[in-house]
């Protein structure tokens, strides 16, 4: 795997994840992304501020925000973006996704192509 970090995020997405983190997280916390098995549709969307890098982990800062991803989530979601959709009835985070063959009504998770 290159050392280019897998995923984008919007201008939006940027701003509401740093006030995330200023209200939710301590000196030194990070934004963890990834992927885990579940959801509706095989493997659902992982946001989680952390504290503690793993060993692996691959890292880069969007500005002053530290986003670090797993290697094995990483190939799940190179090339995908971060968006803030900010509409007023699912309002919220999301991905968009071009590894992804189908995702689910709400967009917390998705299946892979060829899996």
């Not at 493997?43 to 500005?63: C, S």
Request: charged share 20%.
């Amino acid at each position: 795997m290159s050392d280019v970090f897998p995923v984008e995020i919007s201008p939006e997405a940027l701003a509401q994840l740093q006030r995330l983190l200023v209200r939710k997280g301590d000196a030194g916390s990070f934004l963890r992304i990834g992927v885990k098995g579940g959801g509706c549709s095989g493997f659902e969307y992982m946001f989680k501020i952390e504290n503690d890098p793993r060993e692996g982990d691959l890292v880069t800062h969007f500005g002053d925000l530290k986003v670090v991803c797993d290697p094995k989530s990483a190939t799940f979601l190179t090339g995908a973006k971060i968006i803030w959709t900010g509409n007023l009835m699912s309002g919220g985070f999301g991905f968009e996704n071009p590894n992804a063959a189908r995702s689910c009504g709400c967009g917390t998770s998705f299946t892979p192509k060829d899996f």
